[in-house]
């Protein structure tokens, strides 16, 4: 999939919540570069939060040196200047001449030495990436990516400081290792700021919220909603994706359009489990950082079912067809926007927040009155007189344009620097 609509890049993160139709493969795999490291009869598992696998297979394809000490259990690996030694039952080790303590120790299962997988990783030089969704590791070498620069800015007042980092909710191994200022700020802040912290799930208020939303209860069906047209490629799409034609027939257009897209963009080459916004959360989780919503979930799947069957048809069709006729707003290739973000192209990223060509009632929905609650909270974190740093990533496309969270906190009298 090269195609989705600029105000569907936005609102992506959100619909990992609630796949009803997403087949869940719960086995725990291994990526290295794009290519899925294979194990024989020993299988990698969590432990604690922590992937630990077979020593052999993983230290080969890392292309790392391995020697065994059968009397101390330890294992000592070098690749190139890198070094690490850990010892079977003990939670201290050696990454580079420096002592580290595991959060797990190495253990024997059936004879197997099994070792905890970030460490051996992130010690020989490899970007590592969890997607709690896909039970997936991904390791990435950072020799083969230039990585990105994304939009940064930094703003204080009153001895608080807010990062303020422009986003891609749909992401690939690429955009990665992130520059050091993204990383160091995201080190030196107290909490991170997200749109919606989808790490600890769907509340049950927001699973019935979900429920209650997204069926229709009139006793009418998807097709008494659509035309006949667009209701024929939403069965051709579940029928190409080897589901019944029948899966959506009880759900909501705004509902349906937000599976499609949940599946389309987990299909293409950037995927919502790779985003920066994931990266964050899940780096946040691991140093026990603080994550806060800036936005509220109920409210968010509130305004999609206010929208009109207009609106909802409108961004179906272009979910399923880029290229439709009418379309809500101009279809924005991903490749684009992921270079845009990349190269750090601050008047690219201008350009593409005039959102010329936009539907009014969903530029209005998704980005001015969700621009405008979000710049609230950001008004608070630095008139607070806690003295704290925030670090707030939010999608690129919510940064600039007339109605942008950046434009609206310089009219507030604050003063954002690029970094």
Not at 67 to 86: H, N, P
Not at 288 to 314: C, G, H, T, W
Request: glycine share 6%.
């Amino acid at each position: 999939m090269k195609k989705l609509s600029a105000s569907i890049v936005s609102l992506a993160l959100l619909t990992s919540l609630f796949s009803a139709v997403q087949a869940a493969d719960n086995s725990l795999s291994v990526q290295l570069n794009g290519e899925q490291i294979q194990f024989s009869e020993s299988e990698p598992i969590l432990e604690n939060g922590v992937t630990l696998v077979p020593i052999h297979p993983v230290m080969e394809k890392l292309d790392v040196k391995v020697i065994w000490d059968e009397a101390t259990q330890t294992v000592t690996g070098t690749k190139g200047s890198s070094s690490l030694s850990l010892q079977v039952g003990s939670t201290n080790a050696m990454a580079n001449g420096t002592a580290v303590t595991l959060e797990v120790a190495p253990k024997l299962i059936r004879n197997v030495t099994y070792v905890p997988l970030r460490f051996v990783a992130e010690t020989t030089g490899y970007q590592v990436a969890w997607s709690p969704s896909l039970h997936r590791v991904t390791l990435t070498s950072k020799q083969q990516s230039e990585g990105g620069r994304g939009f940064l800015w930094k703003i204080e007042n009153m001895g608080n400081t807010v990062y303020l980092l422009g986003t891609m909710h749909l992401a690939d191994d690429s955009m990665y290792p992130l520059r050091p200022e993204i990383e160091n700020a995201f080190n030196t802040a107290d909490y991170l700021g997200v749109e919606v912290d989808l790490m600890k799930g769907a509340s049950e208020e927001s699973q019935k919220l979900i429920a209650d939303l997204s069926v229709y209860k009139d006793g009418t069906k998807l097709q008494d909603h659509i035309s006949a047209e667009t209701y024929k490629k939403v069965t051709a799409f579940l029928k190409a994706q080897g589901l019944p034609e029948n899966s959506f027939d009880n759900f909501k257009t705004w509902f349906v359009e937000k599976q499609i897209l949940y599946i389309k963009s987990s299909q293409g080459e950037h995927k919502p489990d790779m985003g920066i916004d994931r990266y964050l959360m899940e780096k946040a989780y691991k140093a026990k950082k603080p994550v806060i919503s800036l936005e509220n979930m109920e409210l968010q799947f509130q305004a999609m079912n206010n929208y009109s069957d207009s609106l909802n048809e409108r961004l179906l069709l272009q979910n399923l067809e880029p290229g439709s006729p009418n379309p809500p707003t101009p279809d924005v290739s991903v490749d684009v926007l992921a270079k845009m973000w990349s190269e750090g192209d601050y008047n690219a990223l201008t350009e593409a927040s005039k959102f010329i060509g936009w539907d009014t009632e969903l530029l209005k929905s998704s980005i001015d009155d969700r621009n405008a609650a979000m710049v609230e909270k950001i008004k608070g974190y630095l008139n607070s007189d806690k003295k704290e740093t925030y670090f707030i990533g939010v999608g690129s496309l919510h940064m600039l344009g007339d109605m942008g969270i950046v434009p609206l906190l310089e009219k507030e009298g604050f003063k954002l620097e690029r970094q």
